[in-house]
T-cell receptor, first 113, second 119 residues
């Protein structure tokens, strides 16, 4: 049973445009969500997180939106840059993040120059 | 800051041998270290959680006698794959949790991973 789902395995976007990566979860106990970026043969790098008490968190070009009623979150990257090309993982945790992280399968983002 | 290293970055071994992978937090003391495994085009699967000086907590389905975890200090954890078989070939990634000083959660910082190939 996959508790965190990233239904789009890949996404291609033009440089300068907005990239929107989506993530759905099924476990209503999850209350802390994170996005990680991963290059091939490297470990994931933390990007941005959001607690369930918020519906939006912004950090530079990255914004994460959380819709608790829909059990859906999204990562917006604007403007997209070629260096953003990577696999993006959504992860979720319960109890304010003190429980283990559960990862989605990832979405491969390609930003074309 | 918050750098986590892993050694080796890749290893090839014969079936039946044991392989040790090291995970180090270079510039902070990690309260907890985690070991993940990733198969191609799959998500990271948590194998075990380890706290310094205590036994690791393994996830369901992970054989503790096969995947030995030692957390000797606040900056070092090791994963030993004992009697490795071809099905153990995978990408193993560790992470170290940095104390957040009262924030909601301790952020996990990941190592670069170790590619294990068992012939």
């Amino acid at each position: 049973d996959q508790q965190v789902k990233q239904n789009s395995p890949s996404l291609s976007v033009q440089e300068g445009r907005i990239s929107i990566l989506n993530c759905d979860y099924t476990n209503s106990m999850f209350d802390y969500f994170l996005w990680y970026k991963k290059y091939p043969a490297e470990g994931p790098t933390f990007l941005i997180s959001i607690s369930s008490i918020k519906d939006k968190n912004e950090d530079g070009r990255f914004t994460v939106f959380l819709n608790k009623s829909a059990k859906h979150l999204s990562l917006h990257i604007v403007p997209s840059q070629p260096g953003d090309s990577a696999v993006y993982f959504c992860a979720a945790s319960a109890k304010g993040g003190s429980e283990k992280l559960v990862f989605g399968k990832g979405t491969k983002l390609t930003v074309n120059p | 800051g918050a750098v986590v290293s892993q050694h080796p970055s890749w290893v090839i071994c014969k079936s039946g041998t044991s392989v040790k992978i090291e995970c180090r937090s270079l510039d902070f003391q990690a309260t907890t270290m985690f070991w993940y495994r990733q198969f191609p085009k799959q998500s990271l699967m948590l194998m075990a959680t380890s706290n310094e000086g205590s036994k690791a907590t393994y996830e369901q389905g992970v054989e503790k006698d096969k995947f030995l975890i030692n957390h000797a200090s606040l900056t070092l954890s090791t994963l030993t794959v004992t009697s490795a078989h071809p099905e153990d070939s995978s990408f193993y990634i560790c992470s170290a949790s940095m104390p957040s000083g009262g924030a909601v959660t301790d952020t996990q910082y990941f190592g670069p991973g170790t590619r294990l190939t068992v012939l």
